[in-house]
């Protein structure tokens, strides 16, 4: 069975700082994908980012880029240049390629402190 | 982008009593959608994967005759939470994919929070 796992339940980072969320994923398959949603306080998940475990190239979205370690099964997200906006709960996610079924982590916390 | 609504987006009910959550796909056709479960600072738990036309596939764990789900279209689910108990009190979240998009994640409704007095 695959596991997520995110061991930073709170952050907190300055406004214009960068900060970095961690997650590790535990599967023994190859094909996957992995996600971070952010759920700010109104609920609606929002996807971030998303990279597909066969590219080596790590995705970035504006101010959003992870660092997907394959073999260390790591997937951390950077925020750069942290917004007020960006204050929220964030979820990394995995999903086996051909289920659409998300596994999600515990979540991080985040606050961008002004 | 493609949006998926639900309805309602809160809603009380007494224990005992049956209430039933919305979700559509407002934009696209989704032969698939799937019923999510979070409780107050945890995380998204997978419920059950609707499937249009056929049964719901529920995940271990989730008993089927309690939560009801029926996906009579391509643009609606519903899930209906039946004999209602405190413990059920949570918030509800629904997702749909596209699959005609190409892409493999899937959108999600805003949520609805049920409350069970």
């Known amino acids: 069975a695959q596991t997520v796992t995110q061991s930073q339940p709170e952050m907190s980072v300055q406004e214009a700082e960068t900060v970095t969320l961690s997650c590790t994923y535990d599967?023994?398959?190859?094909?996957?994908?992995l996600f971070w949603y952010k759920q700010p306080p109104s609920r609606q998940m929002i996807l971030v980012i998303r990279?597909?475990?066969?590219?080596?190239q790590n995705a970035t979205e504006n101010r959003f880029s992870v660092n997907f370690q394959k073999a260390a099964k790591s997937f951390s997200l950077k925020i750069s240049d942290s917004q007020l906006g960006d204050t929220a709960m964030y979820f990394c996610?995995?999903?086996?390629?051909?289920?659409?079924?998300?596994?999600f982590g515990t979540g991080t916390r985040l606050k961008v402190l002004a | 982008g493609a949006v998926v609504s639900q309805h309602p987006s809160w809603v009380i009910c007494k224990s005992g009593t049956s209430v039933k959550i919305e979700c559509r796909s407002l934009?696209?056709?989704?032969?698939?959608m799937f019923w999510y479960r979070q409780f107050p600072k945890q995380s998204l738990m997978l419920m059950a994967t609707?499937?249009?036309?056929?049964?719901?596939?529920?995940e271990q764990g989730v008993e089927k005759d309690k939560f009801l789900i029926n996906h009579a279209s391509l643009t609606l689910s519903t899930l209906t939470v039946t004999s209602a108990h405190p413990e059920d009190s949570s918030f509800y979240i629904c997702?749909?994919?596209?699959?005609?998009?190409?892409?493999?994640?899937?959108?999600f409704g805003p949520g609805t929070r049920l409350t069970v007095t």
């Open positions: 997702s749909a994919r596209d699959p005609t998009s190409g892409i493999y994640e899937q959108y």
């Open positions: 599967t023994s398959e190859s094909n996957y994908y």
């Open positions: 990279q597909e475990a066969y590219k080596q």
């Open positions: 996610a995995f999903m086996l390629s051909g289920t659409y079924k998300y596994i």
């Open positions: 934009d696209f056709q989704a032969t698939t």
């Open positions: 609707s499937n249009e036309g056929s049964k719901a596939t529920y």
